[in-house]
């Protein structure tokens, strides 16, 4: 039963119980008074029962056969059914029943069967809600930091990227160019700022790897908070940095991207500048100030969240790579493919410890042993080590090329008779040695093989290694 009808039963049971008469419950079931009798006497003969529609439950005179219904659920399915995004919609398929299979169905009740048989569903394309989110209400609580790549110069220099910060609750901005958004054009841009207003409380940035990256097999286990180089040093200030997960939830900075990729190109045309440090020296003297007189305004709230630089806190130790190396039995290590050789400065060496190198934007090394700086020179990377100048590995390769056009020489061929003397004047005293050492630099010495063997002797650090194979008999 509906709900009118179930109100019904509820005015009529009033009526009779005497409480209420027949004229006032026509008047709260709003029908006139002689269909209020009718249903006050179908009331007192069956019941709520009595109240139901007369037609709830039977087939309608206008249904289609179900035959027909069958017959066009089947060839819907079969061939303008499919996937979500290529099945056919029901006024389209009604389209494509009538013109192909000569059976015309209304759509809407084309759609009801297609509901009820699972071949359509009411899902809508709807673009996501997004509500414009308030300002912070203090100055340094929030700030936007992002980069934009635009041609600023038009042709009078590369195409750059100028990393912007843009407070969330006053607007206020500043930012720097580059030749792409990295690690230390971050770095640049953030130590302006903190010179300028000081510490903020958090960035609010992308997904890029700069900032932020997901974590790894061993953080999901362990717990550990995946932080990038740049994440690290933000995290030794305090500062947080919160991902934002689509260029709408950061529409504040993208705007200010809009307003500088119009003004501040038509400005740099104006002023001829053409390169990356005369437009960095224009924005922080002349720009920056104008735009933000212009378009920053006051916070709801007059507080400054910005902090100052902790005293004992150096931004130039703060602000650097930092990477965990292990140091070899020789006290070597090896960063960026340099070897960096440290210096005895206690009687307890650092042989396969770890120690943190660190690395300055300018590039200087410093390498930290349990909070004890290192002493260290580099070592020149030796010859074997690369191979486009290691003189053994085309010989190696030479030797064991094989070709189509390779063939065996005959036995009474003059090569072989070279080859054996070489082999008898070089032959190792036993077909497998063992790995001595030596005080002195030996010269290593190749031997080829006429069935394709290769003897190696060769020098590496104080070890004697040789990779000599058995000979094969003939």
Request: net charge positive; aromatic share 8%.
């Amino acid at each position: 039963m509906s709900t009118r009808e179930l109100r019904r039963a509820g005015v009529l049971a009033r009526v009779a119980a005497e409480t209420l008469t027949l004229k006032s419950a026509a008047a709260l079931m709003e029908v006139s008074y002689r269909q209020a009798k009718r249903l006050y006497r179908r009331y007192r003969a069956d019941g709520t029962k009595g109240l139901k529609h007369r037609s709830a439950g039977r087939v309608s005179n206008r249904t289609r056969p179900r035959r027909l219904r069958t017959r066009v659920l089947t060839l819907v399915r079969a061939k303008y059914g499919g996937e979500v995004g290529e099945r056919f919609g029901p006024t389209l398929a009604a389209e494509h029943l009538a013109s192909e299979d000569g059976i015309t169905v209304d759509h809407e009740t084309l759609r009801r069967w297609m509901l009820a048989a699972g071949l359509w569903s009411r899902a809508r394309k709807r673009s996501p809600h997004r509500r414009r989110r308030e300002r912070m209400a203090h100055f340094g609580e929030l700030v936007q930091l992002d980069g934009s790549f635009h041609p600023w110069f038009e042709g009078r220099a590369p195409q750059s990227c100028l990393l912007t910060l843009v407070d969330d609750a006053t607007g206020r901005s500043l930012g720097r160019f580059g030749a792409q958004e990295t690690i230390w054009a971050a770095v640049g841009v953030l130590r302006t700022w903190i010179a300028e207003f000081g510490i903020p409380r958090a960035l609010y940035t992308d997904w890029k790897n700069v900032y932020v990256r997901r974590p790894n097999q061993e953080e999901r286990e362990t717990g550990a908070e995946p932080l990038t180089q740049f994440g690290r040093m933000c995290a030794a200030l305090g500062i947080k940095i919160i991902p934002a997960s689509s260029p709408q939830a950061k529409g504040r900075i993208e705007r200010n991207h809009g307003t500088n990729q119009d003004r501040l190109v038509k400005k740099l045309r104006r002023k001829k500048i053409a390169d990356v440090v005369s437009a960095n020296a224009f924005l922080a003297t002349e720009y920056w100030a104008d735009h933000n007189r212009r378009f920053a305004h006051a916070p709801a709230s007059a507080d400054d969240f910005h902090l100052a630089v902790p005293r004992g806190v150096s931004l130039k130790q703060v602000f650097r790579l930092e990477e965990t190396r292990t140091v070899s039995n020789d006290w070597v290590v090896r960063y960026n493919n340099r070897l960096l050789q440290l210096e005895r400065q206690s009687d307890r060496p650092p042989a396969r410890g770890t120690v943190r190198v660190f690395e300055d934007v300018a590039g200087q090394l410093e390498i930290r042993y349990r909070d004890r700086v290192m002493r260290w020179t580099e070592l020149t990377m030796p010859a074997a080590a690369n191979p486009a100048t290691n003189a053994v590995t085309p010989l190696v390769r030479q030797a064991t090329a094989v070709g189509p056009q390779c063939r065996r020489p005959c036995a009474d061929h003059p090569w072989r008779h070279v080859v054996d003397d070489f082999r008898e004047e070089h032959a190792p005293t036993a077909p497998w040695k063992t790995t001595e050492q030596f005080s002195t630099a030996t010269t290593g010495i190749i031997f080829f093989g006429l069935e394709g063997d290769i003897s190696i002797e060769l020098r590496a650090g104080t070890f004697l290694t040789s990779l000599d194979k058995p000979r094969r008999a003939r």
